[in-house]
């Protein structure tokens, strides 16, 4: 305040000095006392607005990008960005958020919690399960698919942690459930496939993240949403069930994000593995034919905690497909491929759920292989490149397909 009177009384100073006031007659000084309180007030109501848009800049920049205050959620701040003119924001690009929470202990045993208290903890979250920050530009629009049957708790408490760890990273994100319809085989490949190519007639895109709904991130500094460096990438790294530990260098299930154009380039997941497992490991031979590099981030950092559930059993038939001629079979066999019936799109407040009527299961694909040829399977060590070779027999003349 003490500024702006020292402008005022800068600028009379002036005027009085370059003025004769012996030459002035009184109509002449009567003017020019009303002239300078006029000068002087559009002066600083000039000065005071834009020291008060400097002063919301400040404070909204301090808010969200170094740290909270006590007693202070992530929502109290928009509050104050809402102050702002939209137009302030228009052209600013989100800057990599520096407010995190870090690791957080998962508990197994409470993760029985109701839709209706995860709904209020995330109001600014609208219907679909669509966000966007409203006072920055995301780079990228995030889509995340999560197939889905019969696992409504787990997906409540994967929505409850979720949502505030991808508002925290300031995405612009949409997430998908997508469940398949009846009692038939599961096959999760072309239900992820199915739930991308719905997304993508709802909405553009540019990243991808298929997320299993039993998969609980522990540490909001998990990057989702495609890097700079535009890769596919691995996040569930490190897997309490697996003692934190990867498996195999070439496990990409769990949680896997890829871009959307590399989506289509490798012609999504393959639609031919009904029950349960090798659609994953599919995928991760799709990626190396098409050279496409798999990144992952740090151990220590891409944790998650996974939630108890009646684990499957990789089929017999399953493992053969994997291992004869699983990427020739890439071109016709994929997101190109799909025959499907959407039942119903419905947007929830958290996500939009699609319910998806895939048919049976073929019957040439329920028949019994009886052979006992060794199936050649060339992995790298992690140790060294010199190629391993193992032989899988597959003998399925008394192993039906569940």
Request: charged share 25%; with cysteine.
């Amino acid at each position: 305040m003490f500024g702006y009177w020292l402008w005022i009384a800068l600028i009379g100073g002036l005027l009085l000095r370059h003025t004769d006031i012996s030459k002035i007659t009184s109509h002449s000084r009567r003017k020019l006392a009303l002239l300078i309180p006029i000068t002087c007030l559009i002066i600083y109501l000039s000065l005071f607005q834009n020291a008060r848009q400097s002063t919301i800049v400040y404070r909204d920049t301090e808010r969200t990008t170094l740290e909270l205050e006590d007693n202070d959620t992530l929502t109290d701040i928009i509050p104050i960005t809402k102050m702002n003119s939209s137009k302030m924001y228009q052209n600013l690009i989100c800057p990599k958020p520096t407010v995190y929470v870090g690791r957080q202990y998962i508990s197994r045993l409470r993760s029985n919690v109701q839709m209706k208290y995860v709904e209020a903890d995330n109001p600014d979250v609208g219907q679909g399960g669509w966000h966007k920050p409203d006072w920055c530009n995301p780079k990228r629009r995030l889509a995340i698919i999560i197939p889905y049957r019969n696992r409504e708790k787990q997906l409540i408490y994967l929505l409850k942690h979720l949502h505030p760890i991808l508002q925290r990273q300031h995405l612009d994100y949409v997430i998908f459930v997508a469940e398949q319809n009846g009692t038939e085989t599961f096959n999760k490949g072309m239900i992820m496939n199915i739930a991308f190519k719905e997304a993508l007639n709802l909405m553009s895109f540019d990243c991808i993240v298929f997320h299993d709904v039993d998969m609980i991130p522990e540490d909001d500094r998990i990057p989702y949403c495609c890097s700079d460096s535009d890769k596919p990438q691995h996040l569930s790294v490190a897997v309490n069930e697996f003692g934190y530990k990867l498996p195999y260098g070439a496990l990409i299930g769990g949680v896997f994000q890829i871009p959307t154009k590399d989506f289509l380039k490798v012609n999504g997941y393959s639609n031919m593995y009904w029950g349960w497992g090798s659609e994953d490991d599919d995928m991760y031979y799709r990626l190396s034919k098409s050279k496409l590099k798999l990144t992952r981030p740090p151990a220590e950092i891409a944790r998650y905690t996974m939630l108890y559930h009646i684990k499957g059993k990789r089929t017999r038939r399953n493992l053969a497909l994997l291992y004869r001629g699983s990427m020739d079979r890439r071109e016709k066999d994929g997101v190109n491929s799909l025959k499907y019936k959407i039942v119903s799109t419905v947007f929830h407040k958290l996500y939009t759920h699609f319910l998806i009527d895939i048919g049976k299961m073929p019957r040439e694909s329920t028949k019994e292989n009886t052979s006992t040829q060794p199936i050649t399977m060339v992995t790298k060590s992690s140790v060294n490149s010199n190629q391993h070779v193992s032989k899988v027999y597959i003998n399925n003349s008394t192993n039906k397909v569940p």
